[in-house]
């Protein structure tokens, strides 16, 4: 087997035949053909599943379906459970709504076949590519400044890539560390090209309008894109301090409104406190500990943990801002937020060893343990800023 297409999908069951006809046809094209195949990692809930089926009955090529029923890793998950399962070591990813067109398949293939790069990507902004596939204006306008955002984010890594974004591309799979992969989302070359230096070389191709179905874009999965790419840029201690950092301000909001309220700013301190606890272990589990809730103790243990620390901290910290408030003479926002900060290093050290530890001993230790004992060590990559 030369290459594996590897199609990611979610409730594309209109569109899998046409793109396999479609994909027979570009192959056709090729002189002396492609041996090639069509992996399906299917996370939906509708009925692609039974419609890829039906479809490899009579595919003209082999077209193998892995259907899973928990979507670890998102659409990232999925391109690199399709590269375990692959048959060759050169893997296309295409998205299955056909707005990355098959016909360009061939020339994605001559030139990886050039044998000088790792990946070959189709970009929307190199030359003669377009974006017109994208819904209307305010799409391209959030396309390409997220874009901008990324390459300015890894200067180094992405100099030669005009659309890091893009989820079409051929990769050979063995030049993939998946061990230093975190799959959150949709990005997944975002993340395989920020890991380690690759070869890289792009062609241009005609982003389309969807051949059938509904877009997953959404605000949720923006949502997703910007915990993934600060993860990456920033490490998963720089992740917690950006959720700290919203609870701080949104701390500081809160003991500024109601003292103007005529609240006493102990109280002020006490209730804002109770708010932003609640608020961040919510956010901390969605963006910063989601991979390491498998192996740690049940959500309610871990809420009350997360909860009786940092009442327990605030019990200490509240009597520090009133000291500083009625000794050092300074107003109670600012000693609120010289304490906050104090705190997180004391905070983030306590859910990584103790929150979110493993739940049996012999468990292997939790990524955030291990991040811990590194010192964060992806908070900096070398050369890149």
Request: charged share 20%; hydrophobic share 50%; net charge neutral.
């Amino acid at each position: 087997m030369q290459l594996s297409i590897i199609v990611p999908t979610y409730n594309e069951a209109p569109n899998v035949a046409e793109l396999v006809r479609r994909v027979t046809a570009a192959l056709d094209t090729v002189p002396g053909g492609i041996d090639a195949e069509i992996l399906f990692v299917d996370d939906s809930t509708d009925a692609t599943p039974e419609v890829i089926r039906a479809v490899a009955a009579d595919a003209p090529l082999p077209v193998r379906l892995i259907h899973r029923d928990k979507a670890v890793g998102g659409l990232g998950g999925a391109v690199l459970e399709g590269f375990a399962a692959a048959a060759a070591d050169a893997c296309l990813v295409i998205d299955g709504d056909l707005q990355h067109p098959p016909e360009r398949i061939p020339e994605l293939w001559r030139r990886f076949s050039h044998g000088d790069v790792d990946v070959v990507i189709a970009s929307r902004y190199a030359g003669g590519g377009t974006a017109h596939g994208l819904a209307d204006r305010t799409r391209v306008m959030v396309s390409k400044s997220s874009t901008a955002v990324t390459r300015a984010m890894f200067p180094i890594r992405l100099r030669e890539v005009t659309d890091p974004m893009t989820g079409f591309f051929l990769i050979d799979r063995r030049s993939v560390d998946q061990a230093l992969l975190r799959p959150r989302g949709f990005k997944i070359l975002l993340e395989i090209l920020a890991r380690r230096p690759m070869r890289i070389a792009e062609v241009p191709f005609d982003f389309a309008d969807r051949h059938a179905g509904d877009s997953k874009a959404s605000v949720r999965q923006g949502l997703h894109f910007l915990t993934q790419l600060t993860a990456l840029r920033f490490g998963k201690m720089s992740l917690f301090a950006v959720i700290g950092g919203l609870g701080a301000v949104a701390n500081v909001a809160i003991v500024w409104a109601l003292t103007q309220l005529g609240v006493d700013y102990i109280l002020a301190a006490i209730v804002a406190a109770e708010v932003t606890i609640v608020g961040n272990f919510l956010l901390q589990e969605r963006f910063v500990f989601d991979d390491m809730r498998d192996n740690a103790s049940g959500v309610w243990l871990r809420f009350a943990k997360s909860f009786t620390f940092n009442n327990a901290e605030a019990l200490v910290r509240i009597p520090i801002v009133a000291v500083m408030v009625s000794t050092g003479h300074i107003s109670a926002v600012v000693a609120t937020a010289i304490t906050l900060v104090l705190a997180f290093f004391v905070r983030f050290l306590f859910h990584s060893l103790v929150v979110y530890a493993p739940r049996k001993p012999g468990v292997e230790p939790s990524r955030a343990r291990r991040l811990v004992e590194e010192i964060d060590q992806e908070v900096m990559q070398p050369g890149e800023l």
